[in-house]
């Protein structure tokens, strides 16, 4: 058997690669050293700008070409770096020698010795990291989550009035509408996506162990944590003052710990939605073309529902891993972090595929109004709850002598089918109050469903 030329490994980056592309620009390998270079060369333009260690400042144009760096950074710096690394063996040194090399290039042979000047690598890697895990949540991810919100919104709209069977333990129980049932996911995806936009994005640059001990050997009268302080809240990034010589990664955790948990609540809907499309409550749109199935011509598969239930699962599993692993660092450092941290765009790509995939779903479905209410109608017991509870108001006011409404409601109704001619012969004949007995005998399942309609509101 012959060998295949080079093929990617991953999904993401093979078959479903156009949906995540997005992602690539942050959170792959090219785009963190992008952020290396982005960290290496600000930091140079900080030191000069306060004139430190007797340098002076540059002028605009000698920073903007600086800026280029990392501005441009294409193909040319990616297979630069990955020559250099191959001899260095160290990814960061590599990021520092292409720097230094076009410093050279750019005139400005006289700051080389400022280029990653009293840094250790995770300083760098832990601005970088912080810039490009915020650039992909906050301008792809969130993005795509608000997307897939705010389909549901218009679906909880459209269908607020829509009455629905409500299935208990999968039973049948006190109806809703199926626009409220889509509001209490948009509610909930609201609530974590605007804690995952108000997240923390921490980075240290406080040197080897976090003590800036060479810094002060350096210029024992400059007030560094101050200098660092102000460079990494320059990025838009906040800044940790207190960390060995790794950024603890907190705010990591908390942020894989919600995107895990948006992740959950998403998962909750794409089985929901495949539940209801298979009791016939929403109609899949034929797409032109497409085979549902490669022997029953009949079929339509809702594959982006499942499709998206996978892929949470695996980003899930992940964000898990990503979490209990960077939480931990033995002592002052130990690298389990970095292999750990390189699958931050694996993790949040399957999250996005799943995403689209829900937004494509979304947009793919019609409910079928005729199914909910023949459903509906076939279910005339649920009516229970209402005219036990009006039974005890009764009692209360003293209209009703009935000892246990709950009891005769369940000896009526438990475990077995009830019609509406039976139910209603059934409410003729209780003591109650005349007017209470009219408002049940007025009473419908479809009608049933309380503040269903107006809860879609809130969300």
């Known amino acids: ?10 999904p993401l980056d093979g078959r479903y ?8 620009d942050y959170l792959s390998e090219a785009g963190l050293n992008r952020a290396r270079v982005e960290v290496e060369v600000e930091w140079l333009i900080a030191l000069t700008d306060r004139a430190l260690l007797g340098t002076s400042r540059l002028d605009d144009v000698q920073k903007d070409r600086l800026r280029l760096l990392y501005l441009d950074f294409g193909q040319d710096a990616v297979d630069w770096l990955a020559a250099k690394e191959a001899v260095t063996r160290h990814d960061v040194k590599a990021v520092e020698y292409l720097v230094r090399d076009r410093l050279a290039s750019l005139g400005l042979d006289s700051i080389a010795e400022l280029t990653h000047f009293a840094c250790t690598s995770e300083d760098i890697n832990s601005t970088a990291y912080a810039l490009t895990v915020k650039r992909a949540v906050h301008d792809v991810w969130l993005p795509k989550l608000h997307q897939v919100i705010a389909k549901l919104r218009t679906l909880a709209q459209q269908h607020q009035d829509a009455a629905m069977l409500a299935r208990t333990h999968g039973q049948p129980a006190t109806p809703t509408t199926m626009g409220k049932e889509l509001a209490v996911f948009v509610w909930r995806l609201e609530r974590i996506a605007k804690q995952i936009a108000a997240a923390d994005f921490l980075a240290k640059f406080s040197g080897a162990t976090g003590t800036w001990s060479a810094h002060l050997a350096a210029d024992p009268d400059v007030d560094w944590p101050e200098i660092s302080r102000g460079f990494i809240e320059s990025l838009g990034l906040g800044f940790n003052p207190l960390t060995t010589q790794i950024e603890s990664h907190d705010w990591q955790v908390e942020l894989y710990d919600r995107a895990r948990h948006a992740g959950g609540i998403l998962h909750n809907l794409a089985t929901d939605i495949w539940t209801y499309i298979s009791l016939g409550y929403f109609a899949q749109i034929p797409v032109a073309g497409a085979t549902g199935s490669s022997t029953m011509p009949h079929k339509i598969n809702p594959i982006r529902f499942e499709n998206a239930e996978a892929n949470l699962e695996i980003a899930g599993g992940l964000f898990t891993t990503l979490a209990q692993t960077l ?12 292999t750990t941290q390189r699958n931050i765009g694996v993790a949040f790509g399957h999250s996005l595929l799943a995403l689209d995939n829900l937004l494509r779903g979304l947009g793919e479905i019609l409910l079928r109004e005729d199914v909910l209410l023949a459903d509906l109608d076939d279910n005339w017991e649920v009516l229970a709850e209402a005219i036990q509870t009006v039974v005890r108001a009764e009692i209360v006011a003293g209209r009703s002598q009935i000892s246990d409404p709950y009891a005769l409601l369940k000896d009526l109704t438990r475990g077995r089918r009830v ?3 039976e139910l209603a012969e059934f ?14 005998l007025a009473l419908t399942p479809a009608g049933y469903v309380g503040l269903a309609a107006s809860l879609v509101e809130l969300a």
């Open 1 to 10: 058997m012959s060998a295949l030329p080079p093929q990617p490994l991953s």
């Open 17 to 24: 690669r156009a949906a995540v592309a997005g992602l690539s």
């Open 327 to 338: 939480v931990t660092s033995r002592m002052q450092r130990d690298l389990t972090d970095s």
């Open 419 to 421: 019609g509406a001619a």
């Open 427 to 440: 409410v003729r004949g209780l003591d109650i109050g005349e007017e209470a007995r009219q408002r049940l």
